[in-house]
């Protein structure tokens, strides 16, 4: 089934515009997990970023209207990075600090990634994490580097450590905005942060962002129980 530009836009609206909820957090870590190997570890959303980022343009406007002023979202962000709720994800696959106020998404208009957290702002974290049939990071890299050229997607690429696990950075500038993914393996389990900001604001929101992608802390729960005959 092939998804317009239109379409594209219309999903992202509905995303930006779910009501926060606080309290009870139920995160459906295993709804879609079938397609989420393929479009978490090949980094397709890379596109998808690229093409709701044209879908903003043609329509004109600013990509955020800005509803919180930046300096008060940052220092609150920062007040949760060192002393916030942390919340464990469904299927204890990971765990991640929830910043307040920001809108916790989760279900099919998040998919494949098991949660979205946006911001007052419009500055936005996707995280996910599933199953794949490897446990090194040359092999998710030559994976993303190999959809990246199928989709004709260059990005810059960088090698980091995240809690000493080796990770890929990768970063794309677009006309409205910027992205920013985290992608490392970790006990055969893939994990993708995605984080994407307003252009305009991206220069302001990436320091204190990478030290949020820092409270992501990657969870190694007990296997699978084997179906006996």
């Known amino acids: 089934m092939k998804i317009t530009l239109e379409q594209l ?24 997990r079938w397609v989420q190997p393929l479009l978490l570890t090949f980094g397709v959303l890379f596109v998808v970023a690229i093409v709701a980022d044209m879908v903003h343009l043609s329509r004109g406007g600013s990509f955020s209207q800005q509803l919180q002023s930046v300096p008060a979202e940052l220092q609150q962000l920062e007040r949760d990075i060192a002393a916030g709720r942390r919340v464990t994800a469904a299927g204890g696959l990971f765990s991640f600090v929830e910043p307040d106020g920001w809108v916790l998404q989760t279900g099919p208009d998040v998919a494949p990634y098991d949660l979205t957290l946006v ?57 409205k905005s910027k992205v920013l993914a985290i992608d490392f393996v970790k006990d055969r389990i893939a994990h993708q942060i995605f984080c994407e900001m307003p252009a305009e604001l991206a220069e302001q929101y990436r320091p204190t962002l990478l030290k949020f992608i820092e409270t992501y802390q990657p969870l190694t729960p007990p296997a699978p129980a084997k179906k006996t005959p």
Do not use: C, W
């Open 9 to 32: 836009g219309k999903m992202r609206e509905r995303r930006l515009k779910a009501v926060p909820r606080r309290g009870e957090i139920a995160l459906d870590a295993d709804r879609h």
């Open 119 to 175: 911001s007052p702002n419009r500055v936005s974290v996707s995280l996910s994490a599933a199953r794949v049939p490897f446990d090194d990071l040359p092999t998710l890299f030559k994976a993303m580097s190999q959809r990246e050229r199928d989709n004709n997607v260059r990005t810059e690429v960088q090698t980091i450590y995240l809690h000493g696990i080796p990770a890929a950075r990768r970063e794309l500038a677009l006309m």
